[in-house]
């Protein structure tokens, strides 16, 4: 059974910086891409950035240039950086890895739990 397990939300200032991270743990083949979503509030869940097994990463326009996706694949473990925050970046952070793992052997889907992060004005 794979868990994604999510640490590093919190309440931050407006202009502070929050390090997200989440690691994949249990017995797998291989994990695809890995990446970090968002729910505000009243909104739908978004994307918020994505990083291929090579490392290739993908932003929404958003967070562009404030938010580092980064991962370690030794550690099974994905993070996310994010400065100069705002108050609009307030939201339920979610983990999200395509991981190959018995017993099917094929890509699938695993979603953390989430980790809230607060931007005070």
């Known amino acids: 059974q794979v868990q994604l397990v999510e640490s590093g939300g919190g309440l931050v200032q407006a202009g502070g910086s929050l390090r997200l991270s989440c690691a994949a743990i249990?017995?797998?083949?291989?994990?695809?891409?890995m990446g970090w979503y968002r729910q505000a509030p009243g909104k739908q869940r978004e994307l918020v950035a994505t990083i291929t097994s090579g490392g290739m990463p993908n932003y929404t326009d958003s967070v562009k240039g404030r938010f580092t996706i980064s991962r370690d694949n030794a550690k099974n473990t994905v993070y996310l950086q994010m400065n100069s925050l705002k108050p609009e970046d307030t939201a339920v952070y979610y983990c999200k890895s395509v991981v190959v793992a018995p017993p099917y052997y094929r890509a699938m889907d695993y979603w953390g739990k989430g980790t809230l992060v607060t931007v005070s004005s």
């Open positions: 249990g017995s797998m083949l291989s994990i695809n891409a």
